[in-house]
């Protein structure tokens, strides 16, 4: 069985771009490493969830992981909470959440405390408290970003959010008629919901008292900065346990990831989290660090899943040049895996066209290179040559049982 690097690069996918004569991104770039495994390997397409269906980064992922949705999709809270090295069990429920800064009548000032950087200060006073049996724990992500984790018998995540802004993952609406923050409600009759619904508000309730004490804010308010007062949260999940990699496909496997969400979903899947300096999922972010980490891990491990998140950031913000240039930058990193002699299969989790601004439904292109296999046509790693390799098109959940099946002859 060979050694496996999967390399997701996150929402590379694209469409025909008119300033590049109608290629996508991928297709213009100039990347003589890619088109080297292109032409050396197997090519193909995926359509992630099925033909035309847009996915969301982490349903994509599980997808492509060998999950099934409908059994094991935990929520987004749960999936960043284990992004954060929160150790999860079964029946823990996790909601996503934003420092944010409310008036004496509740009402939203700023969703993310005039962007905070840093939240460690506010969290760690509320780490560990207790309500009606009921432990939180609470930890800070990225800027004004925090997780909390219920932990205890008997609860649910059909639970309402508090944030009154929150739509869906991809829409947020900032001027809101009334402002106040929403009061947590049971989404059915259960009594797991209703004690869950309670037990979050009276968190929410205690930690606005401990947050308003909290000196940082009192330093904040002289410095003319608002002050972090109150947790605005969405996207609540209960945890139920995934097989792991090595359950499922006898692989020790690891995660390189610098973005909180993938680091979760690698977490999860039972990988161990490599710390890469450098690795920070914004376009600063250092791939080759990433690249040469990988290698280097695979004489510890069967399995490195890399994920690179910027070409999904240029492609939400339309701009196909930094797309372009950005897998440029991944071209050469992969020059880093010079001499791996395991399997290197590199894809998308989905598109995200710049002339949508948004994840679509389209295909992503996939290579996968040093099978003993007979090489097919394709000469170049893009989404219209792709669909002539040998791979044909597949599905999402299918990836795994090809790339092991590559693996093992
Ligand atoms: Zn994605």
Not at 170 to 191: A, F, G, H, Q
Request: glycine share 12%; net charge positive; proline share 3%.
């Amino acid at each position: 069985m060979k050694k496996i690097i999967l390399i997701i690069c996150d929402g590379m996918g694209d469409l025909p771009v008119k300033q590049f004569g109608d290629k996508t991104p991928l297709e213009a770039a100039f990347t003589p490493n890619m088109d080297k495994l292109s032409t050396e390997g197997v090519n193909g397409i995926i359509h992630v969830l099925g033909k035309g269906i847009r996915p969301n980064s982490d349903e994509a992922h599980l997808t492509l992981f060998g999950y099934d949705l409908k059994k094991d999709y935990p929520g987004r809270g749960p999936i960043e909470a284990a992004g954060l090295g929160v150790k999860l069990e079964h029946g823990d429920v996790a909601v996503r959440a934003n420092l944010a800064t409310v008036d004496n009548e509740l009402r939203v000032k700023d969703r993310r405390t005039g962007r905070i950087e840093d939240t460690t200060g506010f969290t760690k006073e509320l780490d560990g408290i207790e309500i009606n049996g009921v432990k939180f724990i609470v930890k800070s992500g990225t800027g004004h970003r925090v997780i909390i984790v219920m932990k205890s018998k008997g609860l649910s995540d059909k639970i309402s959010n508090s944030d009154v802004h929150y739509v869906s993952e991809d829409k947020v609406v900032e001027n809101w008629s009334d402002n106040k923050v929403n009061k947590i409600k049971p989404l059915d009759n259960s009594k797991e919901s209703k004690f869950t619904a309670e037990v979050l508000q009276e968190f929410l309730k205690k930690s606005h008292e401990i947050l308003e004490k909290n000196p940082l804010n009192a330093e904040r308010e002289k410095q003319g900065k608002l002050k972090g007062n109150y947790f605005l949260t969405r996207g609540p999940g209960y945890y139920k346990k995934l097989s792991s990699f090595k359950e499922m496909y006898g692989l020790k496997s690891c995660c390189i990831a610098g973005a909180g969400l993938y680091k979760g979903l690698g977490a999860i899947a039972g990988m161990d989290l490599i710390h890469v300096k450098g690795a920070t999922g914004l376009p600063n972010t250092n791939v080759n660090a990433k690249i040469k980490s990988a290698k280097k891990h695979m004489k510890d491990y069967d399995f490195a899943y890399v994920h690179i998140k910027p070409t999904d950031i240029y492609g939400e913000n339309g701009d196909c040049e930094g797309k372009k240039g950005f897998i440029e930058k991944i071209d050469k990193a992969l020059g880093e895996l010079k001499g791996f002699k395991g399997l290197i299969a590199i894809t998308a989790d989905h598109s995200t066209p710049c002339s949508r601004k948004d994840h679509s439904g389209d295909p992503v292109p996939l290579l996968i290179h040093g099978a003993n296999v007979k090489a097919d046509n394709v000469v170049k790693f893009g989404e219209k040559e792709c669909r002539n390799g040998s791979l044909g098109a597949l599905l999402g959940k299918d990836l795994m049982k090809v790339v092991l099946k590559l693996a093992k002859d």
